[in-house]
């Protein structure tokens, strides 16, 4: 049972260059999530999808792009990485909404920007 | 819009004394209420789930919650802490009109021996 998986783990990108955060859940959900965890701010929202095809922003959308293409992948995107944007990534999926239904988390990617 | 409080940052224990972690919500109506655990390195796991009724719940590992409306509390209890149970905990809160949860920012637990 995978349940959520994130890859990478682990990065470490340069000021300026891209990536892209992948997670895919095997257990149908349609809700999935984009949280970082920063110390002390416990975890904010980045964006979030309700179905395939559909995004939206949560909390703290800026510098981040999604696209949920299938429904069992939801992708983060970084166009031009920045030392703010250091954090550990957490993906997480809901069958129901995630408000009112418990959320299955990745173990998460952790990103150094240099 | 809801939030979620958790006047903890951090709370050193005994290995076999009881626990307690506070958590106080924001919410107009009836909350979804959530405890996670987070243990180093690893993502979030559910500990327990309040949606309605008894207000007393059970979950996983030993742990157990309550939840207070005059107080808009939501306790984590533990009668007897374990080492295994050092990890960081999070309060959270949800509705049935929203689509995410809102979570504290955490309560790390120590158990010393």
């Known amino acids: 049972n995978a349940g959520v998986t994130q890859t990478p783990k682990f990065r470490v990108l340069k000021t300026g260059q891209s990536m892209t955060l992948l997670c895919a859940q095997d257990?149908?959900?349609?809700?999935m999530y984009w949280y970082r965890q920063d110390p002390g701010m416990g975890l904010r929202l980045i964006h979030y999808?309700?179905?395939?095809?559909?995004?939206a922003k949560g909390e703290v959308p800026d510098g981040y792009n999604v696209s949920r293409l299938k429904k069992q992948n939801f992708l983060l995107g970084l166009e031009s990485a920045a030392p703010s944007q250091t954090s550990v990534y957490f993906c997480?999926?809901?069958?129901?909404?995630?408000?009112?239904?418990?959320?299955?988390f990745g173990d998460g990617t952790r990103l150094s920007i240099l | 819009a809801q939030s979620v409080t958790q006047p903890d940052i951090h709370i050193t224990v005994s290995e076999g004394a009881s626990l307690e972690l506070r958590c106080n919500y924001s919410?107009?109506?009836?909350?979804?209420l959530f405890w996670y655990v987070q243990s180093p390195g690893q993502g979030l796991q559910l500990l327990l789930k309040?949606?309605?009724?008894?207000?007393l719940v059970q979950g996983i590992k030993g742990f157990e919650a309550e939840f207070k409306r005059s107080q808009s509390s939501f306790n984590l209890r533990k009668p007897s802490v374990h080492w295994s149970d050092a990890a960081e905990y999070f309060c959270?809160?949800?509705?049935?009109?929203?689509?995410?949860?809102?979570f504290g920012k955490g309560t790390s637990l120590l158990v010393t021996p």
């Open positions: 997480a999926s809901s069958y129901y909404s995630g408000a009112s239904q418990p959320q299955h």
């Open positions: 257990m149908n959900h349609e809700y």
């Open positions: 999808s309700v179905g395939e095809g559909t995004t």
């Open positions: 919410y107009g109506a009836t909350p979804y």
């Open positions: 309040y949606f309605s009724g008894d207000t």
């Open positions: 959270a809160v949800g509705s049935n009109s929203g689509y995410a949860l809102n």
